[in-house]
């Protein structure tokens, strides 16, 4: 296993000679471990609303979007499609809406769970432990919950509290598991006061949480959100993500690892393609109907916004075939069982 004082010095190495050496063993060991499959996802952002104010995020409460959210048939019909282009994965996102309500997203779930072979992903925020285990209940497989950042002063920042209660995504996470969810989580990388340090912690955490899925893109400012004009790091947040990538899939090699439409945003020429190259073994295209997409702006000028989903599809599988990957069929499930050293 990767020691602290490793992830500490890939996190300061800037020698390009000897970053490629990270990148081959994080490939390595993500060809031994997932093999050459990338798994597609299917991604459907269900609602933007949100009652919560994180200070990063374009579609805090409040703040100047349209919003709308997906009926049942219409997230059902997007499931379909899912099936139709053969991704094994449907995952349903939004931001923390109580009007996606307990009985609605279960029903819409077991339509999906009845009619399709999908494995079934929510990424719905901050749940009640009675919604949590009736979803799971109803068929939804995996929860992802990033947890943003492990250092707790600047997490209480970017992601203030609700009044009523605490926000502990790391205890979440634990609760989703003893559910029998397979749990993802993950963080920003290049928050304004975020350190090394911080990072270093956050793949540590990767790895004492055992994620099954880890997502991990850069922070990307939104000028509408007050975290907009604070002084974020000085290093380059495009290369640090591919230093998380990469020391991620040695910390948690049997995990799925997304390269993400964040890093796609900064680099469109080729930064999901290079996260594959760096660890990374999972895309998740765009699912949400056109005419939504442009209202989930968590952040501004997000790739692939216009593009229908078979235009997408196409344009991913292309890409695969350049660097000589496959797509994966079926669920993609973690591979839990004991995996051997990096
Ligand atoms: N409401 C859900 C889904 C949020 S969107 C939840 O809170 O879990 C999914 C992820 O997008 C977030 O977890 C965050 O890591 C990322 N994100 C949000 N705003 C961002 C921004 N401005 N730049 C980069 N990533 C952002």
Not at 273 to 282: I, P, S
Request: glycine share 10%; hydrophobic share 40%.
């Amino acid at each position: 296993m990767i020691t602290r004082a490793e992830i500490v010095d890939w996190l300061h190495e800037d020698d390009p000679v000897r970053l490629a050496e990270l990148w081959r063993r994080a490939d390595d060991v993500r060809r031994r471990v997932m093999g050459d499959e990338v798994q597609l996802r299917g991604l459907v952002e269900v609602s933007n609303h949100c009652v919560r104010r994180c200070t990063y995020c374009g579609i805090r409460a409040g703040a100047p979007v349209t919003r709308y959210r997906m009926s049942p048939l219409e997230i059902f019909e997007c499931a379909m499609q899912a099936t139709a282009l053969g991704y094994g994965t449907v995952v349903l996102q939004a931001g923390e809406d109580p009007g996606l309500e307990l009985d609605i997203v279960s029903e819409t779930i077991r339509a999906i769970r009845k009619r399709t072979e999908l494995a079934i992903t929510l990424s719905l925020g901050e749940r009640s432990g009675a919604e949590l285990a009736a979803w799971r209940q109803a068929g939804a497989d995996r929860y992802l919950l990033r947890f943003e950042t492990s250092n707790r002063e600047l997490y209480e920042r970017i992601h203030p509290a609700r009044a009523d209660e605490p926000s502990d995504r790391i205890a979440m996470l634990g609760r989703l598991r003893a559910l029998g969810y397979e749990i993802g989580g993950g963080v920003m990388v290049g928050l304004p006061g975020q350190t090394r340090d911080d990072l270093a912690d956050d793949v540590e955490m990767f790895a004492r949480l055992d994620l099954d899925m880890i997502g991990v893109g850069p922070y990307l400012p939104h000028p509408a959100t007050p975290l907009a004009g604070e002084a974020r790091p000085d290093w380059d947040s495009e290369l640090m993500t591919y230093r998380m990538v990469a020391l991620a899939r040695l910390a948690c090699p049997g995990a799925n690892i997304p390269g993400t439409t964040a890093l796609a945003t900064v680099n469109r020429a080729d930064g999901r393609e290079l996260a594959l190259a760096r660890g990374a073994n999972v895309l998740m295209p765009n699912l949400t109907p056109t005419r939504y997409r442009e209202h989930y702006e968590i952040y501004p000028d997000k790739a692939c916004l216009r593009e229908t989903a078979p235009v997408c599809d196409g344009c991913l599988r292309g890409r695969l075939q350049t660097i000589g990957r496959t797509v994966g069929s079926g669920r993609g499930d973690a591979r839990r069982t004991a995996v051997g050293e990096p």
